[in-house]
């Protein structure tokens, strides 16, 4: 059984995509809770923050630059989130960022 996260990296289910590589999918959150909520993850399925080998976590991270770059908020800011396990309140069990930016974040993140 697919998790959801990976039937979206392989298009079984739709998603609104705002970039990718062969290693890496951003898409847009479909419960925005910022003015810009996106979600990015690798396109293998690691469970959490918990289980990303250091080089992939390295790669992810020149890909969120990019990704910043191409937004044009690498100036302006933004946050990175990720949740991990029952009390962090990860929903979905495959590792992800949220990319919350185009306002003034002033509000602790929380769904
Ligand atoms: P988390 O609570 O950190 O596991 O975050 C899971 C996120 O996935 C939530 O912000 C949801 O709104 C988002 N989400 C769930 N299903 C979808 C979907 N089909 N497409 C886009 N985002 C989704």
Redo the contacts with the bound molecule.
């Keep these: 059984m697919m998790c959801?996260f990976c039937k979206?990296a392989s298009a079984q289910?739709p998603?609104d995509i705002v970039m990718q590589d062969d290693g890496f999918l951003c898409?847009?959150?479909?419960?925005p809770?910022a003015k810009t909520?996106l979600?990015i993850i690798p396109k293998q399925h690691i469970e959490s923050f918990e289980a990303v080998p250091s080089g992939l976590m390295a790669d992810m991270t020149i890909f969120i630059q990019q990704l910043t770059r191409k937004l044009g908020i690498s100036k302006s800011g933004y946050r990175l989130v990720?949740?991990i396990g029952d009390d962090g309140?990860?929903?979905?069990a495959h590792l992800?960022f949220?990319l919350l930016s185009g306002e003034k974040l002033t509000h602790i993140y929380k769904?």
């Excluded at 898409?27 to 419960?31: A, Y």
């Excluded at 309140?89 to 979905?92: A, I, K, R, T």
């Design positions: 959801l979206i289910i998603s898409f847009k959150d479909i419960n809770v909520h979600l990720t949740n309140g990860q929903e979905v992800h949220h769904r």
